[in-house]
């Protein structure tokens, strides 16, 4: 998977808090308590309305350039958007072209890994990827 970098903009919000939005995404919203809550949870945010887009037969577009001019929806005629503290860029992996793997397993493994892909309403191949993908976002995370 190529590792693609959108921009997000972090607003401070009327309350204590920060708001985020995404130029390239619109409707791609989060928010935090502090600048650094917010930019971690834009994480989360992005690959989940990501995942949307996909899922509903859409292409992902391209990210803009991290000076690239706001979009008209993002500019608000009063204030021009005066309120965004911080812009930092978010790493979202890019789905790649499927590769076909072969692995072997314990069957008994292999029963539950199916049961658990039912369960889900995903497939065996969906399961896994998925499984491998929060692993490595946890072991990203304690690094």
Do not use: K
């Not at 502090?34 to 994480?43: F, G, H, K, L, S």
């Amino acid at each position: 998977m190529a590792l693609q970098f959108y921009r997000a903009c972090i607003e401070a919000d009327d309350t204590p808090g920060y708001s985020v939005f995404f130029p390239d995404f619109p409707g791609c919203t989060s928010a935090g308590d502090t600048i650094q809550d917010a930019a971690r949870n834009a994480i989360e945010a992005l690959a989940l309305h990501v995942e949307g887009v996909i899922a509903a037969g859409q292409a992902v577009p391209p990210p803009s350039a991290p000076d690239a001019p706001l979009p008209d929806w993002a500019v608000d005629d009063d204030e021009d958007r005066a309120g965004i503290v911080a812009t930092v860029l978010i790493p979202l992996e890019a789905a790649g072209r499927t590769v076909r793997v072969n692995i072997t397993m314990d069957e008994g493994l292999l029963g539950r890994l199916d049961a658990a892909a039912a369960a889900a309403g995903t497939s065996r191949s969906g399961f896994i990827a998925e499984v491998v993908r929060e692993r490595m976002s946890r072991s990203r995370s304690a690094a």
